[in-house]
């Protein structure tokens, strides 16, 4: 199976950036395409960005799209999302997502455990 270990959240005031890390276990992290999804408390999850497994393709959510972008280095088992011009309401808890193609990203086989962003006003 594939693990996912988010990083690089925390406190950054509005309009700052900051990239968060999905590292992957296994030698299979090629063959998946990724995606970020957040949740903030009594929201639903929201999609946010996917990329797939070999990088050629993105997508994006219209309340990041411009701002955040996907990458993923296949060498390094690692997705990343850039984020910039963060805003208070992008605060949420941020996962990274695993599955076998893009259009099933949001029932994913693996999730990672989150990792919290907070933007300051």
């Known amino acids: 199976q594939v693990q996912l270990v988010e990083s690089g959240g925390g406190l950054v005031q509005a309009g700052g950036s900051l990239t968060l890390s999905c590292a992957a276990s296994g030698r299979t992290f090629r063959t998946y395409a990724m995606g970020w999804f957040r949740q903030a408390p009594g929201k639903e999850r929201e999609f946010l960005a996917a990329i797939s497994s070999s990088g050629s393709s993105t997508a994006y959510a219209d309340s990041v799209k411009g701002r955040f972008t996907i990458s993923r280095d296949n060498a390094k088992n690692t997705v990343y999302l850039q984020m910039n011009s963060l805003k208070p309401e992008d605060t949420a808890v941020y996962r990274c997502?695993?599955?076998?193609?893009?259009?099933?990203?949001?029932?994913?086989?693996?999730w990672g455990q989150g990792t919290q962003v907070t933007v300051s006003s």
């Open positions: 997502a695993a599955d076998t193609s893009l259009n099933r990203l949001q029932i994913a086989d693996y």
